[in-house]
């Protein structure tokens, strides 16, 4: 997934000479079936059956539902919205010039995305943050967490993001990118950033969660190994183990630790890198 924030460019980023005409003719001559075009709908399709048919199945098979799988179920949802609101119209744009024809309402749409793609990065917190309290306060966990808490923490999460990310989204699409719109016939690859929220956003969004997830899986790690630890030298599990390795069948201990490395894995290897890009491109250019 690129990053959802717009490129910073200028008219005379490219070429002191350039015109703004020959901007917006040099990005739609290159529209066409391309291997990066065809990769991104690759990957779109793959994605969508993916995410689709790991709801169907907790959807056939109620019991799979707990309260732990209502964070990635959450994950798998917000998933499946950003990739069908944003990635059709990408794909379209690129092959066809879609803005310049579909008109300015299409394009509100699609900056949306900057708002909805922070949805999925907080659910990966909440997943690493509930095996953390999982296994720091297993008593706790078992006798206060619940299907009914974990859909209102995500339902909460989602509240938050849009309280916090609304505002500066409204201000954009009502009043700078209208402008930027019509001069460019472009959806938030050319700007002039007329404000210098972006800095913010990438700090508090983004960067910010991915190092909570970081930190909280080498905080995994690193009690997962004590709890084993500490189980070998007892006959009897102890209150300080994980309690997803309380009695159980061998599978149902291990899970919870395979879903939260490869949600977390994945992020840190996928999303990371272009944070730090994109953060160091902020202020360098």
């Not at 720091?136 to 995500?154: G, K, Q, W």
């Not at 309280?163 to 959806?187: A, E, M, R, T």
């Not at 997830?213 to 300080?240: D, P, W």
Request: proline share 6%; aromatic share 12%; hydrophobic share 45%.
């Amino acid at each position: 997934m690129e990053h959802p924030n717009i490129t910073n460019f200028s008219d005379t980023t490219i070429n002191g000479n350039i015109t703004d005409e020959s901007i917006v003719t040099l990005r739609h001559s290159a529209a066409g079936w391309t291997i990066l075009v065809t990769l991104k709908l690759l990957i779109s399709v793959v994605s969508v059956l993916l995410n689709s048919a790991v709801l169907l199945i907790h959807y056939f098979i109620p019991v799979y539902v707990n309260p732990f799988s209502v964070y990635l179920l959450a994950l798998y949802l917000a998933n499946l919205f950003y990739i069908l609101t944003s990635r059709p119209m990408e794909i379209l744009d690129e092959l066809f010039g879609l803005y310049p024809n579909a008109g300015y309402p299409v394009c509100m749409l699609y900056l949306y995305q900057k708002v909805s793609s922070i949805v999925p990065i907080l659910f990966h917190v909440l997943i690493s943050l509930n095996r953390v309290w999982a296994m720091t306060f297993p008593v706790s966990y078992r006798e206060r967490h619940t299907r009914r808490l974990a859909v209102f923490i995500c339902i909460g999460t989602v509240a938050y993001v849009h309280l916090l990310n609304l505002p500066p989204y409204l201000i954009d699409v009502l009043h700078f990118y209208p402008s930027v719109f019509g001069k460019y016939h472009d959806c938030g690859h050319l700007s002039t950033n007329s404000m210098d929220f972006p800095k913010v956003d990438e700090i508090i969004n983004r960067i910010l969660p991915t190092l909570i997830v970081l930190v909280c899986y080498i905080f995994i790690i690193v009690k997962r190994r004590s709890n084993r630890i500490s189980a070998s030298r007892c006959s009897t599990r102890t209150k300080h183990e994980d309690y997803s390795q309380q009695p159980g069948p061998l599978r149902r201990s291990v899970k919870p630790f395979v879903i939260v490395s490869v949600t977390s894995i994945s992020l840190l290897i996928c999303y990371l890198p272009v944070q730090v890009i994109f953060f160091l491109g902020l202020f360098f250019a």
